[in-house]
């Protein structure tokens, strides 16, 4: 989608120096000069979610990372090169530039409204409906880069070279904001509407994706001492998350360029062939005999291949499996968060002595089963597929993180950002080593943008406080 623009001033600063102004000399008659703030959200929720699911390697690499997919032309990527298409810059630049600038525009605007009665009213609820996204976009920035600018971002001119925060404390203050957005909403005072492409402004929906969004953040912390993860997990279970298949926080394309999704606009309108699913994934699913092959993939002379991963020189595209007919459409859903994440967080939650319900075994029944049904699989596939010995909770090998680890990350498949990150908390499955490197040097995180070296002098005092600027430093909740 084409950015809206408004008022541009200069180029972009510092990743997060965007901002907008109007110049007396600058003023064109025939175009608009205001963006009402509902086009704002608008425009937001897309670039998040084009950001989120993005699979070119300018952007977001998390497929690869994750090691569900490999590259069959150009392998840099796959072997963790950042540099060369300055990928952190792409990822930093999006959520900061094309998500939450406009976001913080659209408070801006209603705050400035100054509206009363019923009106203030609903006003209320679309700051809420923002301040969720915010929440949910900084978070993704924390997991991502670590300490980052929050409490200097989004300053434009006033300050071109923000301060990085603390990724702990700015953590913290992330569920206090969540918080009182869930807490502030006002039934019956409307919203968005229709501009909000999400949810259509149904604020219940909105709440049950704030509990979700604070199920998934409090479990992040679950192995940081002193964040209060149990309660703050606890809570949002009692508000209320999603509670059976197939719901979620679900976005789906409307099918026409340019809102497409991004494996339809890769393959087939930049007429592309870089990416076969790696042999991590079809390797464990292969020895799993697991029914999701037939639902995700094709077969290479009668059996499921997939290339190498991290292989310096690649592979033929022909030579391997590729993925089913439903991943190719336009209007391909992005699942921003969904029952199966849930049940598989509240099945560690048990394992962790957290009072969510239920069993370990039942939510990560329920959590496959439903990953199963999602994508065309049959009742019956996911009971033949959890009684087998290596798959069912009571006797599949390992402990609980390499149980549920090791399906969350099967089940995760085509969500890179999740699998990723789940992967580096809970350790599981096993990666594959590229070719020339040591299991070490899998991204735990993505490294500054480039331009921040350059450009920002707090750079390095930033890099100093995580352990360094290397994409291999574990971040503040990845302690194990």
């Not at 679900?250 to 087939?268: A, C, E, M, Q, S």
């Not at 991290?310 to 007919?325: E, L, M, P, Q, R």
Request: overall charge negative; some cysteine.
């Amino acid at each position: 989608m084409k950015k809206i623009t408004y008022f541009i001033i200069g180029a972009l600063l510092m990743g997060i120096g965007f901002t907008s102004c109007e110049l007396d000399d600058n003023i064109d008659p025939k175009k608009a000069t205001k963006v009402p703030e509902g086009t704002l959200l608008t425009n937001a929720q897309i670039q998040f979610v084009n950001q989120y699911d993005n699979m070119s390697v300018n952007y977001n690499i998390s497929r690869l990372l994750a090691q569900y997919w490999m590259e069959t032309t150009y392998t840099d990527e796959s072997r963790y090169n950042f540099q060369d298409r300055g990928i952190s810059d792409g990822f930093w630049l999006e959520i900061y530039r094309d998500v939450l600038q406009d976001l913080h525009e659209a408070k801006r605007i209603i705050k400035d409204a100054g509206f009363t009665g019923a009106l203030a009213e609903k006003a209320n609820n679309q700051k809420a409906i923002i301040e969720i996204m915010e929440v949910a976009s900084y978070a993704l920035l924390a997991e991502t880069f670590g300490n980052i600018p929050y409490t200097e971002a989004l300053k434009g001119l006033e300050n071109t070279t923000p301060k990085y925060d603390d990724a702990a404390t700015v953590y913290a203050d992330l569920f206090k904001r969540l918080d009182a957005a869930l807490k502030s909403f006002k039934a019956g005072a409307g919203s968005f509407g229709a501009e909000d492409i999400f949810f259509g402004g149904d604020i219940d929906k909105w709440k049950t994706y704030g509990n979700a969004l604070k199920v998934r953040m409090g479990m992040r912390m679950a192995d940081v001492p002193s964040f209060n993860s149990k309660s703050v997990v606890e809570a949002a279970v009692t508000a209320g998350i999603y509670n059976a298949g197939g719901e979620g926080a679900i976005f789906k394309y409307l099918g026409t360029d340019p809102y497409v999704n991004t494996i339809y606009r890769g393959f087939v309108i930049d007429n592309r062939s870089d990416y076969v699913p790696s042999n991590t994934l079809i390797d464990i699913m292969n020895k799993l005999d697991d029914p999701r092959r037939a639902l995700w993939f094709s077969q290479k002379d009668g059996a499921y291949v997939g290339l190498t991963y991290g292989k310096t020189d690649g592979g033929t595209y022909d030579n391997f499996s590729h993925f089913s007919a439903m991943f190719f459409k336009a209007d391909l859903p992005v699942i921003l968060a969904d029952y199966v994440e849930m049940e598989f967080f509240l099945a560690e939650a048990v394992e962790r002595g957290y009072a969510v319900g239920g069993t370990a075994e039942q939510h990560y029944n329920n959590a496959i089963t439903a990953n199963i049904l999602y994508y065309g699989g049959t009742a019956a596939d996911a009971a033949t597929y959890l009684a087998k010995p290596e798959v069912a909770y009571a006797t599949a090998v390992g402990d609980w993180k390499q149980k549920i680890g090791t399906q969350k990350w099967i089940a995760m498949y085509n969500r890179g950002v999740e699998g990723w990150t789940e992967w580096r908390r809970l350790d599981f499955p096993v990666l594959n080593v590229p070719e020339e490197m040591k299991y070490k040097d899998i991204p735990k995180r993505y490294p500054y943008p480039f331009d921040e070296n350059d450009m920002n002098p707090n750079y390095a005092a930033a890099a100093k406080a995580i352990g360094g600027d290397l994409a291999t430093t574990s971040l503040w909740w990845d302690v194990n």
